[in-house]
C-alpha cells in the first residue's frame, strides 16, 4: 500500500483503516470490562486532543454491553501541559481544559486514553496530574497505538496495535471528530516517512 | 512574546490566545491543590518602584501557583532609596539570575527601557509605568468582559472576542494608565470604547484615539453601554486643580445611586459596573460598588488567572522559538474588524 505522496518526498502508509480501528477500540472496551470485572467505579479520561474522542467512542461501547453505564458520565478529559518536561524544550503549547466527570476520580479505576504511545513522558506527565486532582484507586492506560521506543519504565495495559515503527517515522491518527473537516479521510492511522 | 510591555503592540491573536491561556488557568483556582509545577525552578522578581497592593499580591500568588520562586523587591528599604540607578538594580537582578522581572515604576517607559537593554535578560513584565500603560489590568479586564459576553451570547468564552461590545470608560482618563491600556486592547479585541470625563482630566491628542469621547456622563450612559468602567481618581499625580471640588466631581462624574437605578429604567439589565480598584468609595463609585452589576471582585480573581497566563506564555518555551506550534495557530475570526485608526502588526 505505500505509494508516494504527489507533492512531496513523505510516503504514507496506512496502517489501519476505519474498520480496523473500530474493531480495536471493541476490542479494548471489552477488554476494560474484563480487567475491571464490570463497569463498577470505571473512568475513562482521554488526553488532549485525540485521547478524548477516543475515549468517548470507548465509552460509547461500554456502554453499548453494559445498561448501566451512561457514557458522559464515565468520560472526561486530562490536560498534561502544565507537567510535560518538555516546556522548555519545544515551542509554547497552550493548555487545553481538563474536565472531570462528576463523581470525581478519588477511589475509581481510571483508564487513561490516548492516541499514541512512544517515548512514555506525555503517560509520565499525566500520572503526575492525577495526583493533583484526587487519588485513584487503580490507574490503568490504553492507547490505540504503540510504537515502541519508550524512555520511561511505562507500559500499556490495553493496546488497539503495536506496531514496530523507525523513529524517523511519524505515525498520525486521524479521528472524525477532530479531522473530519480538514477533507482528510477520517478515522486512519497512517505512518509517514520522509524518503 | 519575550516581554509584556504593552497593550497596544500586542495582536489579536496574541491577546486572544493569552485569554484563552487564562480560561484554562482560572480552572486551578477552583481545585483543591492550587499548584502547577510549569513554572519549577523558575525565579520571578517583583521590583516595585511605586506602592502596590493587589497588583503585587496578584503576580505573587500567580507566579506561585506556577511553581515559581518568587522575590519581592520593594523600593522602600532597599538600596534604591539610598540612590541606586535603575541600571545598577537591573544588574543586581540578573546576577541573581532572575528569569522574569515585574516592574512597576513612576516613570513611564521604564520597563521598556529595561527591556531593551543589555542590562538584564529576563523578561519583563510591565505592572504599571507611570501615565503610560498597565496591560495585565486590561487583560483582566478583558477577560472579564469577555466572560460577561459569551455568558449573555450564550457561547464558550474560550476563542470569543468583545466584536459587538459597546464599554463606557469614566473619570480621570489623562492619569490613567488602565484607560490607555484598555482602549487599545478592548479594540484590538473588536470592542467599540467610550470615554467620558472633564475636559481637564482627558489627554492632548485623544482625538486621535479609537474611541468617541464625552464631556457628560448621563449623555454617553444614554449610548447603552454593555459596561461601564469607573477610573480611579487620581489624586496623588494631581498637582494642579483639575475640577473644582470632589463633591462636583462626584456629582458629575461619579456612578451613584441615581444613575445606577437609570440602568435599571433604561432596561439596561446586562450593563455591568467595573473598577481596577483601590476605589474612592463617594467619590468616583458608590453603592454600585456592591451591586449585583458590580464585577470589582471578579476582576481581582481573574487577575490571578491572566497573570498567571503571562507568566507561563513568556517563560515557557524555547526562548529562540517565537511560533505557535502549527496545530495550535489561532484562526481569528474573519468578522474581527481593524479599529479605526490603528495599524494591523
Known amino acids: 500500500m505505500t505509494m508516494p505522496a504527489p507533492e512531496s518526498g513523505i510516503t504514507k502508509r496506512v496502517v489501519l483503516a476505519a474498520a480496523d480501528m473500530d474493531r480495536a477500540l471493541t476490542r479494548i472496551a471489552h477488554e476494560i470490562l474484563e480487567a475491571n470485572k464490570g463497569s463498577a467505579d470505571l473512568i475513562l479520561l482521554g488526553i488532549p486532543r485525540r485521547g478524548f474522542p477516543l475515549a468517548q467512542r470507548l465509552a460509547r461501547k461500554i456502554a453499548a454491553v453494559d445498561d448501566a453505564v451512561d457514557p458522559d458520565l464515565i468520560t472526561g478529559q486530562l490536560d498534561v501541559t502544565m507537567y510535560r518536561d518538555d516546556l522548555r524544550r519545544n515551542p509554547t503549547r497552550s493548555p487545553q481544559a481538563t474536565q472531570l466527570p462528576p463523581s470525581g476520580i478519588d477511589d475509581k479505576v481510571v483508564v487513561l486514553v490516548d492516541d499514541v504511545l512512544y517515548s512514555g513522558r506525555t503517560i509520565r506527565a499525566a500520572l503526575d496530574a492525577l495526583a493533583d486532582l484526587g487519588r485513584p484507586r487503580i490507574v490503568r492506560l490504553a492507547v490505540l497505538v504503540d510504537r515502541g521506543h519508550r524512555e520511561l519504565p511505562i507500559r500499556a495495559d490495553h493496546v488497539g496495535k503495536n506496531l514496530p515503527t523507525s523513529s524517523r517515522e511519524r505515525v498520525r491518527v486521524h479521528l472524525g471528530e477532530i479531522d473530519g473537516l480538514d477533507g482528510v479521510a477520517a478515522d486512519e492511522v497512517v505512518i509517514e516517512d520522509r524518503a | 512574546m519575550k ?88 544588574q543586581t537582578l540578573e546576577a541573581m539570575s532572575a528569569d522574569a522581572v515585574v516592574i512597576r515604576h513612576p516613570a513611564s517607559g521604564a520597563p521598556a527601557r529595561l527591556a531593551a537593554s543589555d542590562w538584564i535578560d529576563a523578561a519583563v ?122 463633591r462636583e466631581y462626584s456629582r458629575r462624574w461619579g456612578f451613584d445611586d441615581g444613575r445606577l437605578a437609570l440602568l435599571d429604567i433604561m432596561g439596561l439589565d446586562d450593563t455591568v459596573i467595573m473598577h481596577p480598584g483601590p476605589m474612592n468609595r463617594g467619590l468616583e463609585i458608590s453603592a454600585a460598588a456592591d451591586s449585583p452589576r458590580s464585577t470589582i471582585l471578579a476582576q481581582v480573581r481573574n487577575g490571578v488567572s491572566v497573570r498567571m497566563a503571562a507568566l507561563y506564555l513568556l517563560l515557557s518555551g524555547d526562548p529562540h522559538d517565537d511560533e505557535p506550534r502549527d496545530d495550535e495557530t489561532h484562526s481569528l475570526p474573519h468578522d474581527l474588524p481593524i479599529p479605526e485608526g490603528r495599524t494591523t502588526r
Open chain 2, 125 to 246: 513584565i510591565n505592572a504599571g509605568d507611570g501615565t503610560h500603560e498597565h496591560p495585565t489590568q486590561a487583560l483582566l479586564d478583558a477577560f472579564t468582559l469577555r466572560r460577561h459576553w459569551a455568558r449573555i451570547g450564550g457561547t464558550p468564552s474560550a476563542g470569543t472576542t468583545l466584536a459587538g461590545m459597546k464599554v463606557l470608560i469614566v473619570g480621570d482618563v489623562l492619569h490613567s494608565r488602565v484607560a490607555r491600556s484598555n482602549v487599545w486592547l478592548l479594540t484590538t479585541l473588536g470592542a467599540e470604547v467610550l470615554l467620558a470625563g472633564p475636559p481637564t482630566l482627558l489627554p492632548v491628542g485623544i482625538g486621535s484615539w479609537p474611541c468617541t469621547v464625552f464631556y457628560d456622563l448621563d449623555e454617553a450612559i444614554a449610548q447603552r453601554p454593555d459596561a461601564v468602567m469607573m477610573l480611579r481618581l487620581q489624586a496623588e499625580r494631581m498637582n494642579a486643580a483639575f475640577f473644582p471640588s470632589t
Open chain 2, 3 to 90: 516581554h509584556l510591555l504593552s497593550t497596544r503592540d500586542l495582536s489579536a491573536a496574541s491577546a486572544l490566545r493569552l485569554l484563552d491561556v487564562a480560561e484554562e488557568m482560572s480552572a486551578v483556582g477552583e481545585r483543591e491543590i492550587k499548584k502547577l509545577p510549569a513554572l519549577r525552578g523558575r525565579t520571578v522578581v517583583n521590583l516595585f518602584f511605586e506602592d502596590s497592593t493587589r497588583t503585587r499580591i496578584s503576580f505573587e500568588a500567580a507566579a506561585k501557583r506556577l511553581s515559581a520562586d518568587v522575590i519581592n523587591f520593594a523600593v522602600k528599604g532597599s538600596s534604591v532609596s539610598k540612590g541606586e540607578s535603575l541600571k545598577d538594580t537591573a
